[in-house]
């Protein structure tokens, strides 16, 4: 053969086996979707799901247009989209290496007749491909050989037929031998049967002592089983109460902790910010007491350099006089701010007295 013949084999070989491949995908899908594995479905990718849908949907169609009385002129365009899904189909469950990935998924949607017409398109498919590869001679030699063997074939067959006549006769014959030896075998049978039969009442007796003795042990024995098993649900319920217990009162205890925790939090948090504000507002008053003492030194130097020994001593008592008027207005101040912080201090006690109480009274309420 020359090189294009061998291509043209080569392409003829390769169009079959691709075909016998789309087939092979094909008897492992079901005619509709809904008969797919859910598993099964969700593990292909949302292509392969969205090319399924599509081709059971022109599947659906072509098959409304052939169920009405009239021929529709839309059966050649989805007969097309038809073809082109399958295509799509065979190209993505390809990708996937499908079936042989799925392979312990599948036996549930095989389908038995494409099963069958796959193996019939794989015994054309070597036979096409050994007249592709014979010469004319050889194909000549092969057909001859295949008539010598059918010739070879009908004369077996008729040797089988006359065969078949002989072996029925034979088997009358025997029949009747064999039906003879059957009397008598069932004359030596009959005899068995009575020597059996007395030894049978013996074994039945002895096996109705031992049933009914294991009737009473096994009625023991079910008394007991219940009688535990009552028990162990019993014990088991009552473990399961007190698990739910325990375990009810220890988040009860943590939420009450994690709330006690907080108000605390909050609490000091509150008397840090006043703390800060009432020191600021101290802060600025000795400033301000400092600022004004320094003023009244300065007053007082220069007014000793201007005015006569009494006038000094009269501004030194003014001065003396206004001097202790501000240290009475920052002592009343400083009282006033004390007692602020003194009656927030004992409130705030009081309060946490009053809830350590509760908290108390709420254990001892526990606890009983």
Known sequence: MNSLSLQEIKRILNVLDTSTDELNILRFLPQNMNAFPVPLLKSFPQKTQDSLRILYDDEQNLKSCYKEDKYSDNIPEITDRVHDSVRTVCSCLRKINYPIACQDKLYQIESPSVARFLMVMKELRVVFAGKLHSTVEVSKMKEELQ??????????????????????????????????????????????????????????????????????????????????????????????????LHKNSEINLKHNRKKAEQIVENKLKTYDDLMNEKTAEKNSYDSDFNRDQERVDFLQKELTKFKSAREKREEEERLQKEAELREKKMKHRMKAASLTIQMFWRRYWEGMKKKKNASKKRQERQER
Not at 156 to 165: E, S
Not at 176 to 200: F, M, P, Y
Request: aromatic letters at 6%; proline letters at 0%.
């Open 147 to 244: 008539n010598d063997t059918a010739a070879k074939e009908k004369k077996a067959k008729a040797d089988v037929k006359a065969l078949l006549k002989e072996l029925s006769s034979e088997k009358s014959i025997r029949e009747r031998e064999v039906s003879l030896r059957e009397e008598s075998l069932n004359k030596l049978q009959e005899d068995l049967d009575q020597i059996k039969n007395s030894a049978t009442d013996e074994i039945n007796s002895f096996h109705k002592d031992i049933q009914q003795t294991e009737t009473a042990a096994s009625a023991i024995f079910t008394k007991k089983y219940e009688f535990f098993t009552k028990e162990i649900e019993k014990w088991t319920a009552e473990l399961a109460k007190l698990k739910e």
